[in-house]
């Protein structure tokens, strides 16, 4: 049975996520403080945390950052906050998805089962021979989820990895915002797709010699994206 933490102030909230969770077959813990909450979640085996973003003590954009120093454990940030550059700041920091409140409870809870589906893959993985990507410069090794870029090393977060992985398996072909969405994070986009292009940016970022001139992930206007050979 997969345990989830829920980092959250709001009693209310916190105890209706749980009991959709609950009935759902995941065993849940609650923490109510930023501190305790980060210490559960570095000391404890959690398949997954569920993050508010207003935690008395140590906010939820310092949890994740600590947090993903120290494990690859899925993240879901929760927040009132409506704000974009809260979302990119939260995602930027290694959060695997943002969920703004208020939020229908088997939402949350679909996007759970997408992300532990995608994490549970990720770790019962066992493929004899290294299979590696190279194109033009970059190399990928997608067993050992590595990737170099004229032979140096960068670091990628787990869905900037598959993001990366899943458009230079496809050179040339132009994926939408939406289609990327939902390949990659295994549901629909239901209107919020700038988990996308927040991703693409910090991709580019580690990939690119310039970014504001890409050369590998090209911007469509108006459809979406594209690695091109």
């Not at 409870?105 to 589906?117: D, G």
């Not at 915002?177 to 292009?197: H, N, P, Y």
């Not at 911007?219 to 050979?229: Q, S």
Request: a negative charge.
């Amino acid at each position: 049975m997969s345990r989830i933490l829920i980092i959250e102030d709001e009693e209310s909230i916190a105890d209706l996520e749980k009991d959709y969770l609950e009935l759902s077959g995941f065993q849940v813990e609650i923490e109510g403080e930023g501190p305790t909450g980060l210490a559960r979640a570095l000391e404890e085996d959690f398949q997954l945390v569920i993050l508010d973003l207003m935690l008395p003590g140590v906010d939820g954009f310092e949890i994740c950052r600590r947090l993903r120093e120290a494990k690859n454990t899925p993240i879901i940030m929760v927040s009132a906050k409506k704000d974009d550059i809260d979302k990119i700041r939260g995602l930027g920091l290694g959060a695997d998805d943002y969920m703004t409140k208020p939020f229908s409870p088997s939402e949350l809870v679909a996007r759970v089962k997408a992300h532990l589906t995608r994490y549970e893959r990720l770790v019962s993985s066992n493929v004899s021979a290294n299979q590696v990507i190279e194109i033009r410069g970059i190399k990928i090794d997608k067993t050992a989820r590595r990737v170099w870029v004229n032979g140096e090393e960068k670091n990628f977060t787990s869905r900037e990895f598959d993001l990366l992985t899943f458009l230079a398996e496809n050179p040339n072909h132009v994926f939408t915002k939406e289609e990327l969405f939902r390949k990659i994070w295994d549901m629909d986009s239901v209107g919020d797709i700038a988990t996308v292009t927040v991703h693409i940016k910090k991709i580019r970022e580690k990939i690119e010699f310039n970014s504001t001139k890409p050369q590998y992930i090209e911007t469509i206007w108006g459809v979406g994206y594209r690695f091109k050979v």
